[in-house]
């Protein structure tokens, strides 16, 4: 079994977002954007296809996606967690799905209920880097999302890296640590895992047992800094709190997953992040 543990289909309010918007293409290798470089484009993307996702995922071996919705800034776009119920129910086999709420907007906790409630999903992914304004993961602000999700018992991703936030400050795994202290019972994930703070991360792993890394591409790029710090981490103390994700439109379903497999970790960890870490938080252990 696979679990690509954030996806964001080409489906409805998505193709919306940043990540679908055209861009004009960068020849100088000065500065050539550093996710393009050996990406392969899938079908599903130029097509805005998720049917052909769907065959993709079959292609790449992949069981469930989890989506993982967006409510940020306009700069980069936000989806109706509507649309992620619809895919939910369109393919009950194949998609779970993370609502995206944003701290600043008005209702954002009742958002959270009507999600979990009405739409099925199963947990909430939030982007205070990428509100408007701008907000650390530890303000006070976003502290009612935190106590509504502990109270619900649901997960909390938090995407977190230095593209999120106006400087990579707001990228440090020390506010992260706040949250996680000052909710114990919490479970959070780290969409990114703080890169480029890739051994602080570590550290806020190991002192928070509440915390999930998800590097991503941060990990398994091909040559990417700091990636053998996650390396180490899943063959040792993290093995059982660490995720597997494409990150697509990112990178492509296909391309993610084989230079995963071509990283130095063990096949019991592999195991563990590729699937048995996130059926357990999704609780399919139980289903």
């Known amino acids: ?62 069981d469930l996606s989890v989506i993982m919705g967006q409510h940020a800034g306009p700069k980069w776009g936000s989806v109706s967690n509507d649309d992620i119920g619809e895919l939910i129910r369109r393919y009950p086999d194949r998609f779970a799905g993370f609502a995206g709420i944003d701290p600043q907007e008005d209702g954002a906790t009742d958002e959270i209920l009507r999600s979990i409630d009405e739409l099925g999903c199963l947990g909430i992914a939030i982007l205070p880097g990428w509100s408007d304004p701008p907000l650390r993961d530890d303000d006070k602000k976003v502290y009612p999302l935190y106590e509504t999700a502990s109270a619900l018992g649901i997960p909390v991703m938090i995407t977190i890296s230095h593209m999120i936030g106006p400087d990579m400050s707001y990228s ?22 703080c890169w480029p703070w890739t051994t602080q991360a570590c550290a806020l792993g190991m002192r928070c047992q509440n915390v999930y890394l998800m ?12 990636a053998r710090d996650y390396v180490d981490a899943a063959n040792g103390y993290l093995a059982h709190r ?15 997953l084989e230079d995963f497999r071509r990283l130095p970790i063990t096949p019991e960890s592999q195991e563990s992040l590729l699937w048995r870490n996130g059926a357990r938080l999704l609780g399919l252990e139980q289903r």
């Open 242 to 256: 660490m995720l597997y994700s494409s990150c697509y439109p990112t990178r492509r379903l296909g391309q993610a």
């Open 172 to 193: 440090m795994p020390e506010h992260i640590q706040r949250v996680a202290l000052d909710f114990p019972e919490l479970t959070i994930i780290v969409g990114h895992a």
């Open 215 to 226: 590097p991503e591409f941060y990990m398994h790029m091909p040559d990417m800094p700091g």
């Open 1 to 62: 079994m696979i679990i690509d543990f954030r996806v964001q289909p080409p489906f409805k309010s998505f193709l919306d977002i940043y990540f679908y918007r055209a861009r004009p293409a960068v020849v100088d290798p000065v500065k050539v954007n550093a996710f393009s470089i050996g990406r392969r484009v899938s079908a599903s993307y130029v097509e805005r296809s998720v049917d052909l996702f769907v065959e993709e995922m079959d292609e790449a071996g992949i």
